[in-house]
């Protein structure tokens, strides 16, 4: 058997074992194994802030905002209130607010009160304008006891 015999039986070999696409995929993808074949894949496309993770069973990209851990967001009062009112779709209580001024300084409320699992009052003394940053954590609390 000549050395060219050998690397033909090579390749044929291996050929099929290699991982394939339907379509070319677009470049800065993540290939993805999908389909019947055991080496069938599939491109996906993150877009700006997005991760890949898995939702409904399938590996997707999916914006960074809507993975679980931290998240926040920020609520701009352009004019000066005493009370600053915040609704918001979380469902919880644990909830950490941070106001910052229009110097970016911090300031520290006379009272934040959470009256329901989605609503966050800020208290001032004084009428204040500036930033109201949220954020919360998408976890179960860690009992501790003194027992």
Known sequence: MSAFSDFVNFVQAELFKRPFTNADPAKESVLVRRGGAPRQ???????EEEVLTKRGGTLQGVPLSEVGGVRSEVHIWQD?????????????????????????????????SFPSTSRVVINFTQPQKGELLLTWVDSQPIIHSSS
Not at 41 to 47: D, F, K, Y
Not at 82 to 97: A, E, N, P
């Open 41 to 47: 894949m599939q491109a996906v496309e993150l877009q």
């Open 80 to 112: 000066e209130a005493i009370t600053w009112t915040v609704d918001h779709t979380k469902g919880s209580r644990r909830v950490v607010c941070q106001v910052v001024d229009e110097n970016n300084q911090v300031v520290i409320p006379d009272k934040i």
